[in-house]
């Protein structure tokens, strides 16, 4: 039987004081994707269409979130309904980068897109979603195969130039990129990774 630590759930998950939003974003009044999940059944059917379509799959077994190949990757799941929580069955969840496990212990960390660290159990979950690094999907410039998130560095330096991706999490613009002259922003713009990271919002800072 699943071992379940409830002091793992006791105490205030804080978010990283560094994490970058979008110019105008408001935390007390932003409504996010996770939010819209589990309020709009509308959404929530487009939402997990729109997650299947980009390379995102279930695992058959809840269990190998524990495998290390999982390490670095990024995923979302659904609860249960048996954690402390309270959280209704089938409450979604956005999920993150996971870090990994800690030896004899039944749960995994990962780490948000808001910065904050947060434990989840094995005996918390319902279903985990993780994408396929193997799919193939249908882009702009025509089929491309998903291979693994991609990392851009924090931008520093505002220019005129900025260039944006889509928020896995939230869904608001946030800018990736300072661009010195529309040259360069267009250069940016027209790589791999960039478009990659546009079609799929598989990315996030280093």
């Known amino acids: 039987m699943d071992r379940v630590n409830e ?3 006791l105490y205030e998950r804080v978010p990283d004081a ?17 939010d819209r999940v589990n309020t709009d059944p509308a959404f929530e059917a487009a939402y997990i269409d729109h997650l299947d379509e980009t390379g995102w799959k279930r ?4 269990s190998d979130i524990f495998k290390d190949e999982l390490k670095g990757r ?6 249960n309904g048996k954690s402390l929580s309270r959280a209704e069955k089938g ?13 004899a212990e039944n749960y995994v960390l990962y780490k948000s897109y808001t910065g904050a660290i947060f434990p989840l159990q094995l005996s918390d979950i319902e279903v985990v979603y993780v994408r396929d690094p193997n799919v193939k999907i249908k882009g702009k410039n025509g089929e491309k195969t998903i291979t693994k998130t991609v990392f851009f560095a924090e931008p520093k330096g505002a220019t005129v130039y900025p ?13 990736v990129y300072y ?12 790589s791999k ?11 996030a800072f280093k």
């Open 7 to 9: 002091e793992l759930q």
């Open 193 to 203: 990774k960039f478009n990659y990271a546009y079609e799929t919002s598989d990315w």
């Open 18 to 34: 560094t994490t970058k939003h979008a110019r105008g974003f408001n935390s007390s009044t932003h409504v996010s994707i996770q």
């Open 74 to 79: 990024h995923f979302k799941y659904r609860l």
């Open 59 to 62: 695992l058959e077994n809840n």
């Open 163 to 175: 260039v944006s991706l889509r928020s896995p999490l939230t869904g608001d613009d946030i800018v």
């Open 91 to 103: 409450t979604f969840r956005s999920g993150g980068m996971m870090i990994g496990r800690k030896d």
């Open 179 to 190: 661009a010195k002259d529309n040259y360069s922003k267009d250069r940016f713009m027209m």
